[in-house]
DNA sequence: TAAAAAACTACCCGTTTGTGTAGGTGAAAT
DNA sequence: ATTTCACCTACACAAACGGGTAGTTTTTTA
């Protein structure tokens, strides 16, 4: 049996979750709570398997809820279930440890669906959300100068934080020979400093 | 009528692809090539709406094939069809701009049904890789050293690559008062130069 | 095999940086 | 009311850095 819990501020969803769940095989609804305050004081004892719980709660927002609810639980799974769906909370959630995002709008049985492959090891999501996601992957080709492969090695370490003599240390040539390494890295990544290379590289994604 | 192709070195799935497409309603088999150079030679003057491509292919990665095809028709959705899944193989393709990610083992309907969801905007993805790709957003809460937010100012500039003297300029102080704050700014984030705490943001997602 | 590219080392010079020390202001907390 | 904290400035010194020049070896490629 796979308990599920709704955290929402209407009472009107709040509802047709409980019963949607109760009515369904192998699902069974944990409770269903107005807020977060309320949700982790009935969590205190056992939580249940699933989450649903909205973007934005009246006291806290919905990553918030994610972040200190996993703190105490980290293997319950949340799925974010919302109205609206903006763009950065998508991310928020997921970075807070969200399984899965859905609209509000989804039907019954995809809902049901949803829950299910949460609990199986799966991240649902409404389709609109999954090509947000996967488009934050892409680098729009931006290519990057053509470095060599030494030069590669070198930036590597550098954007690891290692000093000039320890990259040299590490690939067993001298200080110097990195910082010969660097200003060719400079000049093709138009740069001049170490911590603008290591900026842009995290900026690009490179690497 | 949506058109599909698929590219996969494999006699045997390209058939059965073709066969379930064109037994489809709404859809129908642009093609079927063996190699992404083949593929690349028969869209020539005209592309197909989805292609579903192997993750490797006899001439080239499945990522590079979807950098070249999108190169030339940026407008075409590139599913990954894939027996084995690797993860460094889902970012890469997603990174070279794949709209979806489905494993072989997807049954015929599911196929079909994920071909219609790249088509209207989604992003199919079977649940594990879903599951991968949402977790790759998690940050373990590592929560940052707490900085002021002046110091937080000046990091911000910093890992966009100003120098001292710049951001100095930037939040109307000396390069002194610059030098300052990094000095404390390194002292709590436990690093000893420009470059390292630029890794770090990075690396820590902070910020 | 010859030419080109990559990798390596070294030295110089002016600038920036890291670190320490020493102090002044104003606002918030006790 | 005193302390704490963030914020600011200044100066000094050694170390590291960025940029230039110059030359050797190794590997790739034509």
Known sequence: MITVAIVDAQRHTREGVQRLVDASDGLSCFGAYADGHSAFEAFERQSPDIVLVEAELPDMSGYEFIRRLLYKTPDTEVLIFTEVIEEEDI?????????????KKISPSDLLQSIREAYNGGAPMTPEVARHVVTSFRHDAKQLPSLSQREYDVLA???KGYSSRKIGERLFVSSN???FHLKNIYRKLKVSSRHEAVAMVAKEGML
Do not use: I
């Not at 970075?95 to 609209?103: D, E, K, P, V, W």
């Open 91 to 103: 991310f928020q959630s997921f970075r807070a440890g969200a399984t899965g995002y859905l609209s």
């Open 157 to 159: 370490l550098l954007c």
């Open 177 to 179: 020979t990195v910082r």
